[in-house]
């Protein structure tokens, strides 16, 4: 049973273009969100996070969408660019186990030049 | 600047064959953490510690042993190793202050024969 879900195992997108990923969550406990990058061969590494006391978290290119009621984050990439190819791990934690931070399975992102 | 390492990089065993995998991270991190990563799966947790002695276990840790040996060291432990335990495995290390992002090594490769 996910708690973490990535429905898109991939998505293409042209160079310049915005690029959206999208996430989904099933326990109400998480209260913190986080996006991780993963090229290949490579461990992740941490993107953006989110509080749930937020809605909107912006960091240069990336941006991140929270909507609790519907239990979905977004990431939000603009302009996309070829370096942005890449798994992105949507994850969560919730406040009641502090340290398990559950992955979601991740989607792989193609951005053409 | 090493962050976190791991050893060994890729490791072939056979079906009963015993093996450890050592993890070291020298960012003077409280937390701990032994994930593996399948297709289509994203990054489940194996097992973590919250702190030096300390380890719980995570989302799947049928199979594997771990050992907190000091606050830098966090090794895993396939007894016996199966099949289903090939895998890419990833250490990840990460402190309360940073709000749990976490820091990642470069992985190991494994594949039981």
């Known amino acids: 049973d996910q708690q973490v879900k990535q429905n898109s195992p991939s998505l293409s997108v042209q160079e310049g273009r915005i690029s959206i990923l999208n996430c989904d969550y099933t326990n109400s406990m998480f209260d913190y969100f986080l996006w991780y990058k993963k090229y290949p061969a490579e461990g992740p590494t941490f993107l953006i996070s989110?509080?749930?006391?937020?809605d909107k978290n912006e960091d240069g290119r990336f941006t991140v969408f929270l909507n609790k009621s519907a239990k979905h984050l977004s990431l939000h990439i603009v302009p996309s660019q070829p370096g942005d190819s890449a798994v992105y791990f949507c994850a969560a934690r919730a406040k009641t186990s502090y340290d398990k931070v559950i992955f979601g399975p991740g989607t792989s992102l193609s951005v053409i030049p | 600047n090493a962050g976190v390492t791991q050893t060994p990089k890729f490791q072939v065993l056979k079906t009963g064959q015993s093996m450890t995998l050592q993890c070291a991270q020298d960012?003077?991190?409280?937390?701990m953490y032994w994930y593996r990563q399948d297709p289509g799966m994203g990054l489940r947790l194996i097992y973590y510690s919250a702190s030096e002695g300390t380890t719980d276990k995570g989302e799947v840790p049928n199979g594997y042993n771990v050992s907190r040996l000091n606050k830098r060291e966090f090794s895993l432990r396939l007894e016996s190793a199966a099949p289903s335990q090939t895998s890419v495995y990833f250490c990840?290390?990460?402190?309360?202050?940073?709000?749990?992002?976490?820091?990642f090594g470069p992985g190991t490769r494994l594949t039981v024969l």
């Open positions: 960012m003077n991190h409280n937390s």
């Open positions: 990840a290390s990460s402190d309360r202050a940073s709000y749990n992002e976490q820091f």
């Open positions: 989110i509080s749930s006391i937020k």
